[in-house]
């Protein structure tokens, strides 16, 4: 695994939607669904707004690999679980870049799930 560079950290900064897709173990990749992904120093993490119940989400939990999709932006890319201890951090980024959006995935109801969703994006 590599680390993100600063362009690329620019991008996921600057863009709010990114399209994501899972690598299947033929090795193609499912449809891209759009999310939304935070920066917390040289990490990106993303969280599934529904929960864990959620397409994209358990598609990448079968190989924790896909690929990453928007503007000035194109790599694979490894998911990992996060550590709970970044939770508060993570949610201070979605609050940050997102504002009024954020709060199905910090405020809401569901907000326990979709923390519990949390990935670490790696680039490969």
């Given at each position: 695994?590599?680390?993100?560079?600063?362009?690329?950290?620019?991008?996921?900064?600057?863009?709010?939607?990114?399209?994501?897709?899972?690598?299947?173990?033929?090795?193609?990749?499912?449809?891209?669904?759009?999310?939304?992904?935070?920066?917390?120093?040289?990490?990106?993490?993303?969280?599934?707004?529904?929960g864990?119940?959620?397409?994209?989400?358990?598609?990448?939990?079968?190989?924790?690999?896909?690929?990453?999709?928007?503007?000035?932006?194109?790599t694979?890319?490894?998911?990992?679980?996060?550590?709970?201890?970044?939770?508060?951090?993570?949610?201070?980024?979605?609050?940050?870049?997102?504002?009024?959006?954020?709060?199905?995935?910090?405020?809401s109801?569901?907000?326990?799930?979709?923390?519990?969703?949390?990935?670490?994006?790696?680039?490969?």
């Open positions: 695994m590599t680390a993100w560079s600063p362009d690329q950290l620019d991008i996921i900064d600057r863009i709010d939607e990114i399209e994501i897709s899972s690598r299947r173990s033929d090795g193609t990749l499912t449809k891209p669904r759009i999310i939304w992904a935070v920066r917390d120093g040289g990490e990106v993490y993303i969280r599934s707004v529904n864990p119940t959620a397409t994209w989400y358990r598609s990448t939990r079968r190989l924790h690999e896909g690929h990453l999709h928007t503007d000035g932006l194109d694979d890319v490894t998911f990992v679980d996060a550590a709970s201890t970044a939770d508060d951090r993570i949610d201070a980024a979605y609050r940050t870049k997102y504002h009024r959006y954020a709060a199905p995935i910090i405020d109801i569901n907000s326990t799930q979709a923390a519990g969703t949390t990935m670490r994006v790696v680039p490969r």
